[in-house]
């Protein structure tokens, strides 16, 4: 609440960078998951 | 009273202020705005992070299991081959069933052996358990349906098997040459090509090659020409894989020079034969003679 709005726009690029991140490696789970998947089929 | 009432409601500020409050009251929203948006990703972040946790929890379930479905599969593939067979027929039956086939199947590759033709070897020497694995690779008639290899060797058939993941059947052999020789052979069809048998030994003879067996017996005769496995038609003497040959390591045993001597015979004969190999020889021969001539002129 006591934060300024400079501060805010800082923290919340810190969360998009983050929430980035954990996207791709999402995805390079995923992938990997379902080539394993498809090779046990 | 309307006009009263009316009046009332009309702004009779001045408005004087230097728009403090609506650069507070804009900022403000700005604020509520920026912690809203943190909100919703921190949220999302959290789902993210949720889902990656799973997802990688399931990998790695995956993966384990893979393991050990590999593993069990390595496990029952060592076993068919090391154990004896359950059923076991006897010893004469299975020499006379041996020879049968051999013989059935000497008769074919006598016919057929002009469309056997180079074929690649890839030997690939692992070390399983102290044992020397050899691939061979033999080419057979794509109507030739049985899992029989000539290699010069006789064998006795332990057993067969198809599975459901390995759908081609394979057969196993077990050299009859010698009582203690321990050699085992695994004949598959390939699954590229359906016309090749691969064989795989494991062990090392410790015997001759059987000598009894006729050399016109037209078995399947193959030399190793580097990395290539090459047939040798019409020898005079039986031949064998020098991939096997050479694995021979008894010499108390074995009549040594009558092996070179039986493998050069083999070679020579087999380069002979081969049309390929006498133009290539010729013209080196030629191009050497030419070269003196030029010389001594």
Known sequence: KDKSASELREELNRVYSENKKIKEMLETVCEKYYALHHHLE | ?297
């Not at chain 2, 943190?38 to 949220?43: F, Q």
């Not at chain 2, 033999?138 to 349906?145: G, I, R």
């Not at chain 2, 059947?169 to 020789?181: L, Q, T, W």
Request: aromatic share 6%.
């Open chain 2, 1 to 297: 009273m309307d006009q009263s009432s009316s009046s009332s409601f009309v702004d009779t500020s001045l408005d004087l202020t230097i728009g403090v409050t609506r650069m507070r009251v804009k900022e403000d929203s700005t604020t509520s705005a920026l912690v809203d948006e943190l909100n919703r990703v921190s949220a999302e972040n959290k789902k993210l992070s949720e889902m990656l946790t799973l997802t990688c929890e399931n990998y790695n379930v995956l993966r384990k299991q893979l393991m050990e479905y590999v593993n069990k599969s390595n496990n029952v593939t060592e076993r068919d081959q090391t154990s004896p067979p359950k059923k076991r027929k006897s010893p004469a039956r299975d020499d006379a069933v041996s020879s049968a086939v051999i013989g059935g199947v000497s008769e074919s590759s006598s016919t057929d052996q002009d469309g056997q033709y180079l074929c690649k070897k890839k030997q690939r020497e692992e070390t399983v358990v102290k044992e020397k694995v050899s691939r061979v690779y033999y080419k057979t008639e794509a109507s030739d349906t049985t899992l029989v290899v000539k290699d010069g060797y006789q064998w006795r058939k332990y057993g067969q098997k198809v599975t459901r993941d390995n759908p081609s059947p394979r057969a196993y052999f077990k050299c009859a040459c010698a009582p203690s020789c321990s050699v085992k052979k695994k004949v598959q069809r390939s699954v590229e090509d359906q016309s090749v048998l691969v064989a795989t030994y494991e062990g090392e003879h410790n015997h001759p090659i059987p000598s009894q067996i006729d050399s016109n017996n037209s078995l399947n005769r193959y030399i190793s020409l580097g990395d290539y496995m090459a047939p040798a038609k019409g020898s005079s003497s039986l031949a064998e894989p020098v991939t096997e040959s050479k694995k021979v390591t008894s010499p108390s045993r074995i009549d040594i020079p009558e092996v070179q001597k039986l493998l050069v015979e083999q070679m020579a004969s087999s380069l002979t034969k081969d049309p390929n190999f006498t133009a290539a020889l010729a013209a080196a021969v030629t191009g050497r003679l030419y070269q003196q001539n030029q010389t001594e002129k």
